[in-house]
């Protein structure tokens, strides 16, 4: 079994910073791409950024210049630096990767969210 484990999430003011990090865990043999997204109230999930396993990144119109994704792939962890954040960026932000475990095969998976709020 795999799982995702999000940490970092919290209230910040705007123009503030927070970083986010995920780990995964399990038997990982590797993994593909690592994403985060997130879900504000009333909207649909969205994705923030991507990062494949050779470190080619992905953002957001939203978030470009703001947000860095990384990752350290001995560790199955990726993280996303959130920098001038926006209370548009208020949202619960989920973990997502693309996993080849044992005996589970390819599969995706996500975290259980953590919630940011920024206050204006």
């Known amino acids: 079994q795999v799982r995702l484990v999000e940490s970092g999430g919290g209230l910040v003011q705007a123009g503030g910073s927070l970083r986010l990090s995920c780990a995964a865990s399990g038997s990982i043999v590797s993994i593909n791409a690592m994403r985060w997204h997130r879900q504000a109230p009333g909207k649909q999930r969205e994705l923030v950024a991507r990062?494949?396993?050779?470190?080619?990144?992905y953002y957001a119109d939203s978030v470009k210049g703001r947000f860095t994704i990384s990752r350290e792939n001995a560790k199955n962890t990726v993280d996303l630096q959130m920098n001038s954040l926006k209370p548009e960026d208020t949202a619960v932000y989920y973990c997502?990767?693309?996993?080849?475990?044992?005996?589970?095969?390819?599969?995706?998976?996500w975290g259980q969210g953590t919630q940011v709020t920024v206050s204006s």
């Open positions: 990062i494949s396993s050779g470190g080619a990144t």
């Open positions: 997502n990767a693309d996993v080849f475990s044992v005996p589970g095969g390819n599969k995706g998976y």
